[in-house]
């Protein structure tokens, strides 16, 4: 698998992310592995209704980005302090793939010393709280995975982002986003973990090498394709839709 790598150090819109996804698995072949950090965003799953999964009053406020993706599953918040992970490949058996994907992000939190397992469709814990979210989609008879690894995040804002119905969070046995979810960073302070790990640098270097064994550097004109893919997900009808 190789890791894909975009030139340029700027500050990128998460749309732009999704349509670098979006421009893997259309125009090429083999896997492919990137990852990626946005400043703080809200990104809702294709189905789900905005207003009931996050308050857009504060994200308004506060200059917090709101947008839609195209694979289900939950409402995220994501900030400069959560990892966010991209893998494209191809193969036609869905569940395996996706399980297999979980099942070795879980295999290199616990190669490092914390107690990662997969927990339900698409949730990574450790010391049964969530550390990851993830979800899945297929197109151009290719596959997409994406998720999260909340590595520094400001929990307490992604708990007055976000607005999940007290059905779901009491299906999880718990009152609130913030009890449901940690941050890796403390877990790995509290369990005495190789304290290079603490530093998000090292950190993702480690994640890219152990997913990775080859680089990939997008050239100028793929940049302006993945700007063009980008172009949809601005429309405000996908977003609001």
Wanted: glycine share 10%; charged share 30%.
């Amino acid at each position: 698998m190789r890791y894909v790598r975009v030139p340029e150090v700027r500050d990128r819109r998460l749309v732009f992310y999704l349509a670098m996804e979006e421009y893997l698995a259309r125009y090429t072949d083999g896997e492919s592995f990137f990852i990626w950090r946005v400043p703080p965003t809200v990104i809702v799953g294709r189905n789900q209704v905005l207003e009931a999964e996050a308050d857009l009053e504060y994200c308004r406020d506060r200059g917090i980005q709101v947008w839609r993706r195209k694979s289900g599953g939950g409402c995220v918040y994501a900030d400069e302090g959560n990892i966010m992970v991209s893998r494209v490949m191809g193969g036609h058996d869905v569940p395996f793939l996706f399980e297999s994907h979980l099942l070795m992000l879980a295999l290199f939190l616990r190669r490092i010393g914390l107690d990662a397992a997969v927990s339900g469709r698409n949730d990574i814990l450790v010391d049964g709280k969530k550390v990851s979210g993830n979800a899945f989609y297929s197109m151009h008879g290719r596959n997409v995975v994406h998720g999260t690894l909340l590595f520094d995040a400001d929990c307490d804002v992604m708990e007055r982002v976000l607005t999940p119905s007290k059905v779901k969070l009491e299906r999880n046995g718990v009152r609130s986003v913030r009890q449901r979810v940690t941050n890796l960073k403390d877990v790995m302070t509290r369990h005495g973990i190789d304290g290079r790990y603490l530093d998000m640098d090292f950190f993702i270097r480690s994640l890219a090498g152990y997913f990775c064994d080859g680089e990939y550097v997008l050239g100028e004109n793929e940049i302006r394709m993945i700007e063009e893919i980008e172009a949809d997900y601005l429309d405000p009808d996908f977003i609001s839709g």
